[in-house]
């Protein structure tokens, strides 16, 4: 039986997730076992009974400070075990928790968007803009720009400069104040970016 446990209301949880996260192996798990859970402002963790296998969380980057929006779907894990019986992290995680995670951003006027670098399978973005309009809350869009999603000032690292998939509101603007780079900008980004948004103006 699942069911979904979030850290703000129960903070007893946040060591007891740090834990877990020091036991993952395996394909990634350097994006786990050094990850700190102060990273996020809220994580949801999955559990079939007792037993964790799953978690995401909601994440404002550095450089997003005091701009109204927020990453849902941060350092999405799924346990092997669940994994196996055909599921993919994303969606398994999405379907029990996606709904908390908006409705948490939106009660503090936060806009919630899914980031997916641009180094992989260039349908990512594609995909989960398509399941987030058929499974998720509300409508969903994809901007032309590439977004800045890593610590500190904008740099040339591609796994830094993200796709969004962003929920639809009348405040989806402000994802344009955002560090940007063009519609198919290639490295170094930096020649181009506006690290204060509005893409293509200094």
């Not at 398994?92 to 806009?111: A, E, P």
């Not at 290639?186 to 200094?202: D, N």
Request: charged content about 20%; hydrophobic content about 35%.
């Amino acid at each position: 039986m699942f069911r979904v446990v979030n850290t703000i209301d129960n903070p007893e949880y946040l060591p007891v997730l740090q834990n877990y996260m020091q036991t993952i192996s395996g394909h990634r798990a350097e994006n786990f076992v050094n990850l700190k859970v102060e990273r996020a402002l809220q994580w949801y963790i999955l559990y079939d009974t007792k037993w964790i296998v799953g978690f995401c969380g909601v994440q404002i980057p550095d450089s997003w400070k005091d701009k109204g929006v927020a990453r849902i779907m941060f350092r999405t894990y799924l346990a092997p075990e669940v994994r196996g019986k055909g599921m993919t992290i994303t969606r398994h995680n999405w379907n029990y928790s996606g709904k908390l995670m908006v409705d948490f951003c939106l009660s503090r006027d936060l806009i919630p968007v899914i980031s997916r670098e641009e180094t992989g399978s260039r349908n990512a973005i594609k995909n989960v803009h398509i399941n987030a309009n058929r499974t998720g809350p509300g409508k969903w869009f994809v901007p032309k720009e590439s977004f800045y999603t890593c610590r500190g000032e904008p740099n040339d690292d591609p796994k830094c400069w993200q796709k969004l998939v962003v929920l639809h509101t009348d405040h989806d603007s402000r994802i344009l104040t955002l560090p940007c780079a063009p519609d198919n900008h290639t490295p170094p980004y930096t020649h181009s970016i506006s690290k204060h948004g509005l893409c293509g103006k200094a």
